[in-house]
């Protein structure tokens, strides 16, 4: 790697010095021309010199919102400044979601195997979405969750013979919508009597015969869920 200079972003004083000595001992190309503590800090430090990465904390003072705007702040006033995030936050998903959002290069967790030069590297050289092994491994965990879903509700589909407008309906019913109510959705090309007859015709589709007696509305939502036509993650209503 070409030198580069480096603001370190920490509140904690013994992590911060555990990241400096990570610096000094493995990756020399690194200048720490700076270290703060919270926000105005860091803002003071940019006025002087503005470094080729700032190494950001996400959890400042107790608050884990200024470290996702101090990320948004520099991606927009220093564009060419690199941000890594190294946090302890490392349950809160969301505000991952956040801080990638607002511009950061990659995650770091403080969990096994912590910050390496081939973190930092892959940075400086450009690369997005860096992270370490501990987040790695929950992303794939996400996508395979993600693709088993997708996957059981295509083949949800084929077997119980299900279109659109049956997901549509059966979505809806999930949602709390009446059959009026679906009836007056824009996506929806039938009346309320076509979706009494759809209504029914899914009923003998998802149940046995042994089953299908005074099965109402919401039974046929739940077993949609059930057979995975439906996805509970993703039940949203279409725009009315």
Sequence with gaps: MEPFKVIIVEDVKLELKGTEQIFR????????????????????????????????????GGSTTIGVEICRQVRVRYPQCHVLIFTGEILNERLWV??????????????????TRDDVQLV?????????????EKIVERFQRSVMAETMKRDAAINYDIDEYDERFLRHLALGYTKDMIAQLRSMP?????????????????F???????VNATRLAVRALQLHILDLDNLRPDEE
């Design 124 to 136: 400086m050289k450009g690369r997005r979405l860096v992270f370490n092994q501990p987040i790695l």
């Design 208 to 214: 046995a015969e042994n089953e299908r007696n005074g």
């Design 25 to 60: 001992t493995e990756i020399p190309e690194a200048e720490v021309i700076g270290t703060a503590q919270n926000e105005s800090e860091v803002w003071k430090l940019f006025r002087v010199a503005v470094p080729d990465l700032l190494l950001l904390d996400l959890g400042l």
């Design 98 to 115: 956040e801080v990638l959002k607002a511009g950061a290069d990659g995650i770091i967790l403080k969990t096994g195997e912590l910050l």
């Design 190 to 206: 039938f009346g309320a009597k076509s979706l009494e007859k759809r209504q029914a015709d899914l009923v003998n589709r998802l």
